[in-house]
């Protein structure tokens, strides 16, 4: 599954709802959750279930109003979405340990497998540190791109990011403008 750097869990978690549904099975959240960092690569997900994919996808739906209502001036946010990620972020996060590999270095693990409420509640905390701290929420954008509604954390020199991935979006707008001007009249 393709990731977007949003620079944050969260809206990470949002971008899986674009082009299309991509939490479509339980194997691609196990597979998503892996590949956002919530867990150490190797931690077992074999106890997720579809209750698991319900719960994920519930939490993007609220996230997303709640950023979407701070990305609209003078919106308020959405009392419903508030109170249910507020009520995820109240169950504890996975418990991590660091154990040492034969080399002596030390990894990551956690000390069970993760509950579903404790890697919604890591996910809820991370939309509610975002969208609390005026910096962070300062550097939030919706891409330019072509019917994109993938949103990021700007943290680019001069804040000038335009696209949720310059491999994508922007290149795609620089395709369209090539061709724009390719298809312009020539000039005498």
Do not use: K
């Not at 971008?15 to 919530?38: K, Y």
């Not at 700007?154 to 403008?177: F, H």
Request: proline fraction near 8%; charged fraction near 25%; aromatic fraction near 4%.
């Amino acid at each position: 599954m393709a990731r977007f750097d949003t620079g944050r869990p969260c809206l990470d978690l949002l971008a899986t709802a674009h082009p299309g549904e991509r939490l479509d099975s339980v194997d691609t959240l196990r597979a998503w959750i892996t590949g956002s960092g919530l867990v150490p690569p190797g931690t077992l997900l074999d106890h997720a279930d579809h209750a698991w994919l319900t719960g994920f996808r519930d939490l993007r739906a609220h996230t997303a109003r709640l950023v979407r209502d701070r990305l609209t001036p003078g919106a308020h946010p959405h009392a419903r979405a508030l109170a249910a990620v507020n009520d995820l972020a109240r169950a504890a996060p996975p418990a991590p340990r660091a154990l040492p590999t034969e080399g002596g270095d030390l990894v990551r693990e956690l000390t069970a497998p993760p509950e579903c409420a404790a890697l919604l509640g890591a996910l809820a905390r991370d939309a509610v540190e975002l969208l609390t701290d005026p910096a962070a929420r300062a550097c939030l954008r919706q891409c330019e791109g072509d019917n994109c509604p993938v949103v990021y954390l700007d943290t680019s020199r001069g804040r000038r990011r335009r696209w949720c991935s310059s491999e994508i979006c922007g290149n795609r707008e620089r395709v369209a403008r090539h061709r724009r001007r390719a298809a312009a009249p020539a000039r005498a």
